[in-house]
C-alpha cells in the first residue's frame, strides 16, 4: 500500500450535522415572523430598532473580539441572536441611539467580559434591557404607538397602557375600595371594572397581536410560530416553557384576582405581556439555562413565580426579563443540585 | 403484535448515527487468501499476555500453539498459516503500542496441525472440559472487547448465572460482520450457545438482533428450533448502543448492572455471536481460533466487503484485496466509527477483536475543530449511562481528577453518543479516556 498521512483521533469518527452556528441561525430564523409581524403592527420605526440592535451587538462582539487578538466569530450568530432578542424587548418608537447603547452593553458586559459564547453567566440580551430600563425608564416604558388596526391596551380604551398595566392600574383600583370605599369616585370604580371585563375578553387581539407592548413580544401567534419550529428541530425542549408558563397559570389564577383565591385570570396572563417570547425563546437560552432536565423543570417554575411575584406584588406591571435573569444566576446550583441518576446507581451493589 | 410491542424495551439515552450497513449487509462474507506473512501479536486479549514457546526457524501449521498463557486471565495464540517462524519481536499493534509478535511466512501449503480433529463425543465432555477446549483454543470476546472467554464462563459460585444473552444487536454503524455470519452460520452459532448452556445452566436465554436485520431474526429463529436450545429471540428496536452489555441487559431483562459491577452481578452473562460460533468449533472440532469475518468497509475502500481473515493478516492487506483506498480516503479505523480505533500504520495486524476495516473519506469523517461548549445539554440526554459529559470534559481538562470521580467519570462506557451528539464537536470520549487513565494510574499508586 502506498504512504499517505492517517489522521488519528479518539472515538467517535463520526458526528451529527449539528453545528453551534447553525443553531444560531436558526434560532434566528425562527424569531422572524415576530420580527415581520412587529413591522407590520408597529411600522418601519421597528425595523430601525431591530436593525440598530443587531448592527451594534455584530459589531461590537467583532470589535471587542477584534481589540482582544480573538478570533473574530460574529459568523455564529450568536450576537446576531441577541440583538434580535433586545430589539424584541423594546418599545418600537425607541430612538435610534437606545437599542445600539443596549447591544453595547449587552454584548460587551453581559457576554464577552465573561468570556464570550458558552460562559455568560445571564441572558446578554436581557441583561442589556434591564440596563435601559433603570437608566432610561421612559424610554423603556411608555407606549405611544397603536398597532395596526388595534389599541395599545388591546380594549377599544386609548389609554397608553398595555392590557398588563391596565390590568394593574384597575386592580389597584378595586383593592382601594376595599380597604377605604370612601375616597375612591364609584365612577372609578365602574370603569376599573369596565376594563378588567373589556381585557378579559381580548383574547383574540392578545393571541394575534393587536396591543401596544415591546415590538417583539406582542403576538403570541407569530411566537408559537417559531416556537414550533425549534420544537420540531429539538432546538429547545418543553420542559422550560411548560413549566414557566404552567407555574404563571396557577399561580395567577390563584392569586390574580381581586375577589380571593381562585378568582385570577390565568389565560390572559398567558396570553398578555412578554411571557411566550420569555417562555419560549429567553428562559430556553442554552447557556443561561440548566443543562439537566430536572434543573430545567425548576428553572421553569422558578421563573413563573418570580414573573406572577412582581406582576402581582411588585412595582413594575411585568415581571419576564428580571424572573429569568434572577433564575440565570442559580443555574449552577441548579445543575449541582439536579444531577442525572448514573445508570445503576440506584441498584444495590 | 402486542406482544412483540410489549417487548421492546429499551435503555434510556442513546443516539442515532447514520447505519451505512447497506455498503456490506448483502455481500456475502469471502475468504481472504492468506497473506505471505503474518504478525501475531502475544497479546490480542484483554489480562496478561502470553509467553512464545516456538523460536525463530521453527515451522509450524495452522493451529499450532504459538505461546503459553502466563495466568488465568490469558489465552494462548495460534499460528494462522503453515510455514516458518520467521522472527519475534516488537511490532506495531493496532491497539498503538509496540507488542511482541510472532512472525510466520506462510509457505503456501495452507496445512492444518493434526491436534485439529472432530471430537464426535464433544456433548458428553464436563463444564471444566468445554472450558479447558475453549482457553486452548485462545478465545477472546469476538465483539471488541476480547475478555478471554473461558473466564466470563467460570462465574463464582456466589454469582449464579440465571439469564445467557447472545449479543447479535451488532450497533455499530457500517459493520455488518456478525449480521452476515448470523445468516450464513446460524446453525453453528446455535450449536456454540447450546454448549455455553451447557455450562452454565441458566434459567432463561435470549438472542438479542436489531430489528433492521430481520431476516437475521428469522434465521436465528429457526437456528433455535432446529438445534432445539430454548431462547428467546427479540428485535430490538435500533438504537446505539444497544449492543453495549449493560444496555443489551437492560433492554432484555430490565436489570441495571450496578455501578462499577459487572453483568453477573444481576445473574446475566452476554456472549458475541461470532464468540459462540468459535465455541462451537473449539469444543466440536478442537479447532483453535485462527480467522474471523471482518467488514472491510467505509467509503474509502473502494470494494467493501465481508472477508473470512486470519488473524494476524495486515490490514494493507485486507484492503489491497477491496481494490485500495480511495483519493480521499483521510482516516483508517479498526472497528466501528462509533468505537474503533484509529490507525496511523496500516501495516497492523487483524487481531481478535477486529470485528471491521473501516475507511472514512473526508467528507464522511466531517473533521471538525472543536468550538466552545454552549451548554445545549445534548450530550447529556445522548448518555446511555446517565453521565454529564460536558461537565465531565471540563472537569478532566481542568484535572480536577476526583472531582469527576464523584460525577461518574469511571461509568463512562466509551460508546461516543455525546461526542456525536456535540454541536460544538468537543472531544469528549478523549477527555473521558483520559480521567479514567489518569484515576486508574492514581489507584495503581495507591495499591
Known amino acids: ?41 408597529f411600522g418601519a420605526h421597528a425595523a430601525w430598532v431591530i436593525f440598530w440592535a443587531v448592527v451594534a451587538a455584530v459589531g461590537t462582539e467583532a470589535a471587542i473580539q477584534k481589540l482582544m487578538g480573538k478570533p473574530v466569530t460574529v459568523s455564529d450568530g450568536s450576537a446576531f441572536v441577541t440583538g434580535l432578542l433586545l430589539a424584541y424587548n423594546m418599545p418600537a418608537e425607541s430612538p435610534f441611539w437606545l437599542p445600539i447603547i443596549g447591544s453595547i452593553f449587552a454584548i460587551g458586559l453581559g457576554k464577552q467580559i465573561f468570556g464570550g459564547l458558552g460562559y455568560n453567566p445571564m441572558n446578554p440580551a436581557l441583561l442589556g434591557r434591564a440596563f435601559l430600563l433603570a437608566s432610561w425608564p ?49 365612577q372609578k370604580v365602574a370603569e376599573a371594572t369596565e376594563h378588567i371585563s373589556k381585557l378579559y375578553d381580548a383574547y383574540g387581539n392578545l393571541f394575534w397581536g393587536k396591543v401596544g407592548g415591546c415590538l417583539g413580544e406582542t403576538s403570541v401567534f407569530l411566537l408559537l410560530l417559531g416556537a414550533a419550529f425549534l420544537l420540531y428541530k429539538r432546538y429547545i425542549d418543553l420542559r422550560i416553557p411548560v413549566s414557566y408558563i404552567g407555574t404563571v397559570a396557577l399561580l395567577t389564577w390563584m392569586f390574580g384576582g381581586t375577589d380571593g383565591l381562585f378568582t385570577g385570570n390565568p389565560l390572559f396572563h398567558v396570553l398578555a405581556g412578554g411571557l411566550i417570547l420569555g417562555a419560549f425563546f429567553m428562559a430556553t437560552d442554552m447557556v443561561t439555562s440548566p443543562i439537566t432536565p430536572k434543573g430545567q423543570w425548576a428553572f421553569g417554575i422558578g421563573c413563573g413565580v418570580i414573573t406572577v411575584v412582581i406582576r402581582l406584588i411588585g412595582g413594575y406591571p411585568e415581571g419576564v426579563s428580571y424572573s429569568i435573569l434572577l433564575m440565570n444566576l442559580t443555574v449552577p446550583l441548579l445543575d449541582r443540585w439536579a444531577k442525572p441518576t448514573i445508570f445503576g446507581g440506584a441498584a444495590k451493589k | 403484535m402486542g406482544l412483540s410491542l410489549s417487548l421492546r424495551k429499551t435503555f434510556k439515552g442513546g443516539v442515532h448515527p447514520p447505519e451505512n450497513k447497506e455498503l456490506t449487509e448483502h455481500k456475502p462474507i469471502e475468504v481472504l487468501p492468506p497473506p505471505s506473512t503474518v504478525v501475531i501479536p502475544v497479546q490480542q486479549h484483554i489480562g496478561a499476555p502470553s509467553e512464545p514457546v516456538v523460536k525463530a526457524g521453527d515451522s509450524v501449521k495452522i493451529g499450532d500453539r504459538l505461546t503459553e498463557p502466563t495466568g488465568f486471565v490469558s489465552v494462548p495464540v495460534h499460528a494462522t498459516v503453515s510455514g516458518t517462524v520467521k522472527a519475534i519481536e516488537a511490532r506495531p499493534h493496532p491497539l498503538g503500542t509496540e507488542v ?10 495452507d496445512a492444518w496441525s493434526d491436534a485439529v480433529q472432530d471430537d464426535p463425543n464433544y456433548e458428553s465432555l464436563s463444564a471444566d472440559e468445554m472450558r479447558q477446549r475453549i482457553r486452548d483454543a485462545g478465545l477472546a470476546g469476538m465483539g471488541g472487547a476480547a475478555f478471554p472467554t473461558h473466564v466470563k464462563l467460570s462465574p463464582p459460585p456466589n454469582k449464579p448465572i440465571d439469564t445467557f444473552i447472545l449479543n447479535g444487536a451488532e450497533c455499530e454503524p457500517y459493520l455488518t460482520a456478525d449480521h452476515r455470519l448470523m445468516l450464513e452460520h446460524a446453525e453453528e452459532i446455535v450449536l456454540g450457545m447450546k454448549l455455553i448452556l451447557q455450562i452454565l445452566q441458566p434459567k432463561q436465554a435470549f ?67 461470532g464468540t459462540a460460533r468459535a465455541i462451537y468449533h473449539a469444543v466440536a472440532k478442537r479447532r483453535p481460533l485462527v480467522e474471523r469475518v471482518v467488514t472491510v468497509t467505509g467509503r474509502g475502500v473502494k470494494e467493501q466487503k465481508n472477508l473470512l481473515v486470519r488473524i494476524g493478516t495486515p490490514f494493507s492487506h485486507a484492503l489491497d484485496y477491496c481494490g485500495g483506498v480511495t483519493e480521499d480516503a483521510v482516516k483508517l479505523i479498526m472497528g466501528g466509527p462509533m468505537m474503533g480505533i484509529a490507525q496511523f500504520n496500516p501495516e497492523v495486524p487483524v487481531i481478535k477483536g477486529t470485528s471491521g476495516i473501516l475507511v472514512l473519506t473526508e467528507r464522511e469523517a466531517r473533521l471538525r475543530e472543536p468550538g466552545v461548549c454552549i451548554r445545549c445539554g445534548r450530550c447529556i440526554e445522548a448518555c446511555p449511562m446517565g453521565l454529564m459529559p460536558t461537565v465531565l470534559h471540563s472537569l478532566v481538562n481542568n484535572k480536577r481528577f476526583d472531582e469527576a470521580k464523584e460525577y461518574g467519570v469511571l461509568d463512562c462506557i466509551e460508546c461516543g453518543s455525546c461526542a456525536f451528539v456535540c454541536p460544538a464537536k468537543l472531544p469528549l470520549v478523549h477527555s473521558m479516556k483520559w480521567g479514567k487513565m489518569e484515576l486508574g494510574r492514581r489507584m495503581k499508586k495507591a495499591g
Open chain 2, 207 to 273: 438472542i438479542g438482533i436489531e430489528d433492521n436485520k430481520m431476516d437475521a431474526v428469522e434465521v436465528m429463529k429457526k437456528a433455535v428450533k432446529q438445534v432445539g436450545v430454548d431462547a428467546k429471540v427479540v428485535a430490538l428496536p435500533v438504537k446505539y448502543p444497544q449492543g453495549a452489555e449493560k444496555q443489551l441487559i437492560k433492554a432484555l431483562t430490565g436489570r441495571e448492572v450496578p455501578r462499577g459491577g459487572l453483568p453477573m452481578d444481576v445473574g446475566c452473562l452476554v456472549q458475541n455471536v
Open chain 1, 1 to 41: 500500500m502506498e504512504q499517505r498521512m492517517w489522521k488519528v483521533s479518539a472515538s467517535p469518527h463520526l458526528n451529527d450535522k449539528e453545528s453551534i452556528s447553525k443553531i444560531m441561525w436558526l434560532v434566528a430564523a425562527s424569531l422572524a415572523p415576530a420580527g415581520i409581524g412587529a413591522v407590520y403592527f
Open chain 1, 138 to 186: 421612559t424610554h423603556m416604558t411608555i407606549f405611544k404607538t397603536a398597532p395596526h388596526g388595534g389599541t395599545i391596551s388591546g380594549i377599544d380604551v386609548e389609554t397608553g397602557a398595555t392590557p398588563l398595566n391596565l390590568l394593574k392600574l384597575s386592580q389597584d383600583v378595586l383593592r382601594q375600595v376595599k380597604i377605604n370605599p370612601a375616597e375612591v369616585p364609584a
Open chain 2, 100 to 109: 511482541l509478535s510472532i512472525v510466520i511466512e506462510a509457505d503456501g501449503e
